[in-house]
C-alpha cells in the first residue's frame, strides 16, 4: 500500500503516498484532511469504508516502520 520505505510523521504526506499509489482519489484527501483539522482527529465521515480501511492500514503500517519493528 504505502511505497516500500516509506514513512512520515505527516498525515498529510500518507495520505498523499496513497494518492500516488492509486489508493486514494484527491477529493477523499480533502475531505480526510478536512474532517482532520475540524474535530483535531482522524475521522472517516463521508469516506467509504474500504478507503477508510486502507488508510487505518497505511497508518498503522507506518507506525510500525517509524518505531522500526
Given amino acids: 500500500m504505502l511505497e516500500d520505505g516509506f514513512k512520515s510523521v505527516r ?3 500518507i495520505l498523499g503516498n496513497l494518492r500516488d499509489n492509486g489508493h486514494l482519489e484527491e477529493a477523499d ?27 487505518t492500514e497505511a497508518l498503522i503500517d507506518n507506525y510500525h516502520r517509524i518505531m522500526g519493528s
Fill in 11 to 13: 498525515y498529510s504526506a
Fill in 29 to 55: 484527501i480533502k475531505r480526510l484532511l478536512h474532517n482532520y483539522m475540524t474535530t483535531q482527529r482522524i475521522d472517516f465521515e463521508g469516506i467509504p469504508n474500504e478507503k477508510a480501511k486502507i488508510v
